[in-house]
T-cell receptor, first 111, second 115 residues
Framework: QKEVEQNSGPLSVPEGAIASLNCTYS??????FFWYRQYSGKSPELIMS????GDKEDGRFTAQLNKASQYVSLLIRDSQPSDSATYLC???????????FGSGTRLSIRP | GAVVSQHPSRVICKSGTSVKIECRSL??????MFWYRQFPKQSLMLMAT?????????EQGVEKDKFLINHASLTLSTLTVTSAHPEDSSFYIC???????????FGPGTRLTVL
């Protein structure tokens, strides 16, 4: 089992709809969770971080964390074509200084 | 968000030469920096963890004598690809950890092409 798992996609969502990206992790003691966005040919950029159970909202983005289920998700409301990118879920484990990245979900917003 | 810079952004070199890539954290001190490599349409691959003032920790399968890492200050880490070959052509990305915010920020990446 991979430490951080994501569906590779592609996930195709119509413009204006909600895009839902999911991630599961294996280390039950993990405390820090991150979502990064990576455009083709560019480096990842941080979108959201979340540390406690529940929802965290920032503009059109909402991160959701459920530690009991070892599940973290990212919702993108009112999806725009510019949201088309690969989204990386990242988790800092209970005993590590490094972040473990999922392989990413490719999101495509169709006009 | 915090800024991490990388230089150069793009480099083309001949096979057998060495290439140095610099990574700087511009507005925070980074005890720990990370070096990644990414081939086209593939995932990020962690190469090594760079610790200020001590030896880097390399991931399994990464040759430490080929990819030399130096983290001489709290704002600068360098990666030197020694005796580069065409198979080393890739997108190299550094990342720095801001311990104050427990967040890892990425540099813009360096695209290396070895002829």
């Amino acid at each position: 089992q991979k430490e951080v798992e994501q569906n590779s996609g592609p996930l195709s969502v119509p413009e204006g709809a909600i895009a839902s990206l999911n991630c599961t992790y294996s280390d039950r003691g993990s405390q820090s969770f991150f979502w990064y966005r990576q455009y083709s040919g560019k480096s990842p950029e941080l979108i959201m971080s979340i540390y406690s159970n529940g929802d965290k909202e920032d503009g059109r983005f909402t991160a959701q964390l459920n530690k009991a289920s070892q599940y973290v998700s990212l919702l993108i409301r009112d999806s725009q074509p510019s949201d088309s990118a690969t989204y990386l879920c990242a988790v800092r484990g209970s005993s590590a200084s490094k972040i473990i990245f999922g392989s990413g979900t490719r999101l495509s917003i169709r006009p | 968000g915090a800024v991490v810079s990388q230089h150069p952004s793009r480099v083309i070199c001949k096979s057998g030469t060495s290439v140095k890539i610099e990574c700087r954290s511009l507005d925070f001190q980074a005890t720990t920096m990370f070096w990644y490599r990414q081939f086209p349409k593939q995932s990020l691959m962690l190469m090594a963890t760079s610790n200020e003032g001590s030896k880097a920790t390399y991931e399994q399968g990464v040759e430490k004598d080929k990819f030399l890492i130096n983290h001489a200050s709290l704002t600068l880490s360098t990666l030197t690809v020694t005796s580069a070959h065409p198979e080393d052509s890739s997108f190299y990305i550094c990342s720095a950890r801001d311990e104050g915010t427990d967040t890892q920020y990425f540099g813009p990446g360096t695209r290396l092409t070895v002829l």
